[in-house]
T-cell receptor
Framework: AAGVIQSPRHLIKEKRETATLKCYPI?????VYWYQQGPGQDPQFLIS???????DKGSIPDRFSAQQFSDYHSELNMSSLELGDSALYFC??????????????FGSGTRLTVV | AQSVTQLGSHVSVSEGALVLLRCNYS??????LFWYVQYPNQGLQLLLK??????LVKGINGFEAEFKKSETSFHLTKPSAHMSDAAEYFC???????????FGQGTELSVKP
């Protein structure tokens, strides 16, 4: 079965640089979520999209932005990177439709290291 | 508002012993509850979920959890631990089955031979 695909798996950036993370949800899933997991921390919700529209916003810094495209893939753009942005970034997709509900299914994550 | 508290950041059991990982939730509406497992440097895998259909939920790898409204708990158990169960376990709550997840702090399970 198709899973959530994230790229790249690993990314090393310098302070003040920009990073773009990509997520390809499971086909037919209507919602995409982004989570950030710092070292030894629990995942924290950043932002979500339902049918290509932003549906909810969590603790996402103003330096970050995200969007979902017509093919349903999503990108998380991170600018002016700081050391504290080093974390594992997860994308998850879900389906919440009448008669069919599928919980958050996670990708393998992108490990971002800011040096 | 919803929140989850996992009691014990680290639990150690012997192989073959009972596994009990504790999770208490707070929610102003009937919650959807989840347990996820995370192996080192990997993503989060769904173990099981409570969606109000049955209070005792069976998941993968022999794990199960019981929803107790009176105790606002959703503890995860496994009768006999296996070495391969060593991982980080996260309890999470959501407003609906496909909604954003609010995670607990996680419990690291170690299994001794």
């Amino acid at each position: 079965a198709a899973g959530v695909i994230q790229s790249p798996r690993h990314l090393i950036k310098e302070k003040r640089e920009t990073a773009t993370l990509k997520c390809y949800p499971i086909p037919r899933h209507d919602t995409v979520y982004w989570y950030q997991q710092g070292p030894g921390q629990d995942p924290q919700f950043l932002i979500s999209f339902y049918e290509k529209m932003q549906s909810d916003k969590g603790s996402i810094p103003d330096r970050f932005s995200a969007q979902q495209f017509s093919d349903y893939h999503s990108e998380l753009n991170m600018s002016s990177l700081e050391l504290g942005d080093s974390a594992l970034y997860f994308c998850a997709s879900s389906l919440d439709a009448p008669g069919e509900r599928i919980s958050n299914t996670f990708g393998s994550g992108t490990r971002l290291t800011v040096v | 508002a919803q929140s989850v508290t996992q009691l014990g950041s680290h639990v150690s059991v012997s192989e073959g012993a009972l596994v009990l990982l504790r999770c208490n939730y707070s929610s102003s509406v009937p919650p959807y509850l989840f347990w996820y497992v995370q192996y080192p440097n990997q993503g989060l895998q769904l173990l099981l979920k409570y969606t109000s259909a049955a209070t005792l939920v069976k998941g993968i790898n022999g794990f199960e959890a019981e929803f107790k409204k009176s105790e606002t708990s959703f503890h995860l158990t496994k009768p006999s631990a296996h070495m391969s169960d060593a991982a980080e376990y996260f309890c999470a709550v959501s407003l609906n089955q496909g909604g954003k997840l609010i995670f607990g702090q996680g419990t690291e399970l170690s299994v001794k031979p």
